[in-house]
Nanobody
């Protein structure tokens, strides 16, 4: 299984970025997917999750209303649209999944998830 995140980079505050995570080696349509981040000197934290059909989404309070998670099962890809970015959004962003963990519980059940992609770095300047 491979999860390849991309789309990060430098951006000014109040700007936007769209992250992508391309999955291979798994039946993508069977997996709920999540985005997570780790800021410098901080623990990894939950950002957003989406169910296998895309019918339900979940967000951390810190990004609610600014970030949107979506997926395209035909392209085996999950996205994270990030708007109104703030300096505190600066972090390495990771996508992850586990067949046994639902999107609804990823916020507090992610440490042991089976599959993690390499991060893509987002740097927001003020």
């Amino acid at each position: 299984v491979q999860l390849q995140a991309s789309g990060g980079g430098p951006v000014q505050a109040r700007g936007s970025l769209r992250l992508s995570c391309a999955a291979s080696g798994l039946m993508f349509f069977k997996y709920d997917m999540g985005w997570f981040r780790r800021a410098p000197g901080k623990e990894r934290e939950f950002v957003a999750a989406i169910t296998r059909t895309g019918g339900s989404t979940y967000y951390a309070d810190s990004v609610k209303g600014r970030f949107t998670i979506s997926r395209d099962n035909g392209k085996n890809t999950v996205y994270l649209q990030m708007n109104s970015l703030k300096p505190e959004d600066t972090a390495d962003y990771y996508c992850a999944t586990d067949l046994a963990i639902s999107a609804q519980t990823m916020a507090y059940q992610f440490y042991g998830m089976d599959y993690w992609g390499k991060g893509t770095q987002v740097t927001v300047s003020s």
